[in-house]
């Protein structure tokens, strides 16, 4: 069993129960997304779009939480809170480099994991 420094796929592994060709489907999904919500969340940072940035931490943060990054799923839903009130302004470019941060890592070790899953191989 490999050790993820930011993802823990056992939430994923239950969802799943244990299909790979699932596994392989969600963490393809989301290797999508990514790019997509880093994109996403500074446009809306920069235009300040902050109940429309409020929204996407909504859904950021059920995606992040199935690969098992629960403090950054916390992360989320506070950026999700505090955007959709328009207070605490200061904190979103704190969370949405953490998001990048921690997201890029993610799609590192998940790639892995894809390459693995698709051999047939534990993750």
Known sequence: MTSHKVIDL???KEMSEG???LMVELISMFLKQVPLFQEQLK???ETKEFITL???AHK???SVAMMGMNELATDMKTL???AKREVEIEKYA???NKFNTVSTEAVTELTQVLNNLKSN???
């Open 43 to 45: 446009m809306l940072h």
């Open 94 to 96: 704190v969370l949405i």
């Open 80 to 82: 999700e809170d505090i």
């Open 121 to 123: 191989k534990l993750c």
């Open 19 to 21: 299909s790979n060709e």
């Open 10 to 12: 056992n939430y994923l």
């Open 54 to 56: 409020g929204k996407l």
């Open 60 to 62: 950021i943060k059920s």
